[in-house]
């Protein structure tokens, strides 16, 4: 079967596909062919080793896909299995797929596992009723579905930070109340301009790096900082602690430790009938063949995407 790999750090230009024999199922798993296997940005750092963890080489990426047969979806992260979807098979526990409606295609279901989780657990943890929520990346995978997901949770008004007037656009088509470029060195002000002055009550940072920097300044007093891009945390002990004086907090978030079993399914489903009702639009930005996955990861890395890149094999 093929199968993409990499067995050194680098550039996009590392990934390589690959003839490996397929899976053999053990006790209690099936051999299923992957439809859509879905691309992340975390999985372009631990490409170039600038994840939290340092994977071990060869590595195939992927960590999450829909299969072909009875249509179910594995959140291959959730199960104990960090690698493995960036091929045509895989070997997966029966009880741990998910079924995918059918109204619903692979790909759609594919981009609902990790960004769609990522989203719904984001605005459990910070309940957006009555608040301003600022949303970074808003047009990619996460970003789409977060922005979405918090305006029906009641969000007074969610501001969606992109980059380019196309992303802004799709932002505002899901339902932002206002879209600002963050390419525009003083974005944040823009931000409390928005908001009289005030600044957004509840910030989900998923980029990191600089970007935090800027999201501190756009948060309004008392207000939260949620961050979610693990590995590109920059904030200094002096900005933590001009937090506190502004009663502001931070909190950090990691999808796979909030995971169960059972509210994994039941998570999925509720993600999946919305998606299916057309409540809940689920952006597929780019589909790529597996020999094609070092330009996916180009395009993510140059923010070219719109909503989920997947792989089809």
Known sequence: MKTVQFSRFGGPEVLETVERPAPQPGPGEVLVRVRAAGVNYFETLMRRNLYAVTPEL????????????????????????????????????????????????????????VPGLTALHLVQRSPPRGRTVLVTAAAGGVGSMLLQLARRAGAERVIALAGGPEKLEAARSLGADLGIDYREPSWAALVRDATGGRGADIVHDTVGGAVTKACLDALAPAGELVFAALGRFELTAAELEGMLFRNQSLKGFALLPLLTREGLRADLAELFALAAAGTLTVTVGGRYRLDQAAEAHRVLEERRSLGKVVLIP
Do not use: K, N
Not at 58 to 65: A, D, N, Q
Not at 78 to 107: N, Q
């Open 58 to 113: 060869p590595m195939v990426p992927g960590v999450e896909v829909a299969l072909l047969g009875a249509r179910v979806a594995v959140p291959l992260f959730a199960i104990g299995r960090p690698t493995g979807g960036y091929a045509e098979h895989v070997a997966v526990d029966a009880a741990s797929v998910v079924p995918v409606p059918d109204g619903l295609s692979f790909e759609q279901a594919v981009a609902l596992l």
